[in-house]
């Protein structure tokens, strides 16, 4: 099975605050997804990239920005965080443009 | 309007019966995905089905594009298999396919 995993695993920063989440797979993978998931809402798609230097806005970006340095790692940034931006934070990752996601056990950020 | 229904939103069973989630969408898809969400908030990938029937062990997936809807079904429920499932209607864009994802079933097996 893919492996995917996240860190920081718990973070919490306050209103204004510089966060990094990082993303590594090591399934040599070209497709690398972050998500977001709100009671409510689901999961929604913040930002994609299908290989390195690659980045595509999902559906949710505003407040977000991501880079793809290599084909494992791929990092989401968050400049100015708000509460609103509180959340589960899921990676995921897939060989081809179609097929099974393989998810990263999340990153439960608190923004205070 | 949401692109991609779950129901029922929670279902509470007695352990041994049977549990069947449905999937309802309105757009276009290259395929569904059901997932399995622990309590923990960890994701298990259950099922790629674009179409037709697939089972794996207690559970069978079926997805009927003309229908527009997709389920899951859990034979012989076990405690072990609370938690929440996750659909996700695959749609094609340029560059890579995307996910959308429902809001999720809650089920919950009582011993």
């Known amino acids: 099975e893919a492996a995917v995993t996240q860190s920081p695993r718990n973070k919490v920063t306050v209103t204004g605050g510089n966060v990094t989440l990082s993303c590594r797979q090591t399934?040599?993978?070209?497709?690398m997804y972050w998500y977001r998931q709100d009671t409510g809402h689901g999961l929604r798609l913040i930002h994609y990239?299908?290989?390195?230097?690659?980045?595509q806005i999902g559906d949710v970006p505003d407040g977000y920005k991501a880079t793809r340095t290599t084909q494992e790692d791929f990092f989401l940034l968050l400049e100015l965080a708000s509460p609103s931006q509180t959340s589960l934070y899921f990676c995921?990752?897939?060989?081809?443009?179609?097929?099974?996601?393989?998810f990263g056990p999340g990153t439960r950020l608190l923004v205070l | 309007g949401q692109q991609v229904q779950q129901s029922p939103a929670s279902l509470v069973l007695q352990e041994g019966e049977n549990a069947e989630l449905q999937c309802n969408f309105s757009t276009s898809l290259n395929s569904m995905q059901w997932f399995y969400q622990r309590p923990g908030g960890s994701l298990v990938s259950l099922f790629y089905?674009?179409?037709g029937t697939k089972h794996s062990g207690r559970l069978t997936s079926t997805t009927v594009i003309k229908e527009r809807r997709s389920s899951l079904h859990i034979s012989s429920s076990q405690t072990t298999d609370s938690g929440t499932y996750l659909c996700a209607l695959e749609r094609p864009t340029e560059g890579a396919d995307r996910l959308t994802f429902g809001k999720g079933t809650q089920l919950i097996i009582q011993p």
């Open positions: 990239s299908y290989g390195a230097g690659n980045l």
């Open positions: 399934n040599s993978h070209n497709y």
């Open positions: 089905n674009p179409s």
């Open positions: 995921a990752s897939s060989d081809n443009r179609g097929g099974t996601q393989y």
